[in-house]
């Protein structure tokens, strides 16, 4: 599956920030986002293989090592459960 991280981002420019996703805690993968200081939205995939089936929650986590020194630094994570069927 492939999973898509929609990140929003205002300010100034930042280069490769910490973008990670787990499911039911398990990491997913690692990667980077960064941002010009004009653009507001990427979008940054990561290729998922469920272990079985059954119900996961996968939780997207961008700047997970506080590299931006932010005011709000509680809205950079965001989770979703799916339900992977018994087929």
């Known amino acids: 599956y492939s999973v898509n991280l929609i990140i929003g981002h205002s300010g100034a420019s930042v280069s490769n920030v910490g973008v990670k996703l787990t499911a039911n805690t398990?990491?997913?993968d690692i990667g980077t986002v960064s941002?010009?200081?004009e653009e507001n939205w990427k979008i940054v995939t990561f290729n998922w293989k469920p272990t079985d089936y059954g119900t996961y929650t996968l939780k997207g986590s961008v700047d997970y090592?506080?590299?931006i020194n932010e005011t709000d630094e509680?809205?950079?994570n965001d989770t979703i459960t799916?339900?992977?069927p018994k087929i």
């Open 74 to 76: 509680t809205n950079n």
């Open 26 to 28: 398990a990491l997913i």
């Open 65 to 67: 090592n506080n590299k």
């Open 82 to 84: 799916v339900v992977i």
């Open 35 to 37: 941002f010009n200081g």
